[in-house]
């Protein structure tokens, strides 16, 4: 038996997810509700952490320190960076990393590390469960920052510079968390909008879509790690 969390940031994000596990025990614990689930042999949690930085992490840690997940899932929706990636697409990670913090901050000082990988096992797992039920995905690089990334300018600055596929606000902490703890860890995310002016308009319209869509794979993920 092992024990996988799943972390999403907002509750539309495991609202699928809660709906397919059934009924759970809910522990409260540093302001975070963890749904507990004994599913196919293995023991689910998931957490809401809240949008950001900050929530993730510390949700993250909370989750590690009192669960000892063997795995860790980030899920939810996020902004498509990569011009190959389309609305609804599904985007795994394979590194996480901050677009609004300058790296050396990270390199030189503690953690030692600006760019957290993602586990190569939960990364083919993913893919598996995305070929298996013909929905096209991508792995690449994920960006996380302190903003939703509506703007084409910022869109083709931070493109410039990091190369992602995609964008959120949540990934990067949740990968340097793991990293911090030794816990394999990636993050798998549904396209809702191409973040860029239209960006707004088209997670509005999405969102519901791509987070089933996202849920789904990663519940399936889960029967197969």
Same mark, same amino acid.
């Given at each position: 038996?092992?024990?996988?969390?799943?972390?999403?940031?907002?509750?539309?994000?495991?609202?699928?997810?809660?709906?397919?596990?059934?009924?759970?025990?809910?522990?409260?614990?540093?302001?975070?509700?963890?749904?507990?689930?004994?599913?196919?042999?293995?023991?689910?949690?998931?957490?809401?952490?809240?949008?950001?930085?900050?929530?993730?992490?510390?949700?993250?840690?909370?989750?590690?320190?009192? &669960?000892?997940?063997?795995?860790?899932?980030?899920?939810?929706?996020?902004?498509?960076?990569?011009?190959?990636?389309?609305?609804?697409?599904?985007?795994?990670?394979?590194?996480?990393?901050?677009?609004?913090?300058?790296?050396? &901050?990270?390199?030189?000082?503690?953690?030692?590390?600006?760019?957290?990988?993602?586990?190569?096992?939960?990364?083919?797992?993913?893919?598996?469960?995305?070929?298996?039920?013909?929905?096209?995905?991508?792995?690449?690089?994920?960006?996380?920052?302190?903003?939703?990334?509506?703007?084409?300018?910022?869109?083709?600055?931070?493109?410039?510079?990091?190369?992602?596929?995609?964008?959120?606000?949540?990934?990067?902490?949740?990968?340097?968390?793991?990293?911090?703890?030794?816990?394999?860890?990636?993050?798998?995310?549904?396209?809702?909008?191409?973040?860029?002016?239209?960006?707004?308009?088209?997670?509005?319209?999405?969102?519901?879509?791509?987070?089933?869509?996202?849920?789904?794979?990663?519940?399936?993920?889960?029967?197969?790690?």
């Amino acid at each position: 038996m092992k024990t996988i969390a799943i972390i999403g940031a907002m509750p539309s994000e495991l609202a699928d997810i809660r709906n397919m596990l059934g009924d759970a025990e809910i522990k409260r614990i540093s302001g975070f509700d963890f749904y507990i689930n004994s599913y196919k042999g293995n023991t689910i949690i998931n957490a809401c952490c809240g949008i950001a930085k900050v929530n993730s992490a510390l949700c993250t840690q909370v989750m590690i320190d009192n &669960f000892k997940p063997d795995y860790v899932i980030n899920t939810g929706v996020a902004g498509g960076m990569n011009k190959a990636v389309k609305v609804c697409d599904i985007v795994i990670s394979t590194e996480v990393l901050p677009h609004d913090l300058d790296l050396h &901050f990270l390199k030189d000082y503690p953690p030692y590390c600006a760019i957290f990988k993602a586990d190569e096992k939960l990364i083919e797992t993913a893919e598996k469960v995305c070929a298996d039920n013909n929905i096209t995905s991508f792995r690449g690089r994920i960006v996380s920052g302190e903003a939703f990334i509506s703007d084409s300018n910022i869109k083709a600055q931070i493109q410039e510079k990091f190369n992602p596929y995609a964008v959120d606000m949540e990934s990067t902490a949740v990968g340097h968390a793991c990293y911090l703890n030794d816990v394999p860890y990636v993050s798998v995310r549904c396209i809702s909008d191409n973040a860029d002016d239209e960006g707004a308009m088209s997670f509005d319209e999405f969102e519901k879509i791509a987070a089933k869509r996202v849920a789904e794979i990663v519940l399936r993920m889960t029967e197969l790690i």
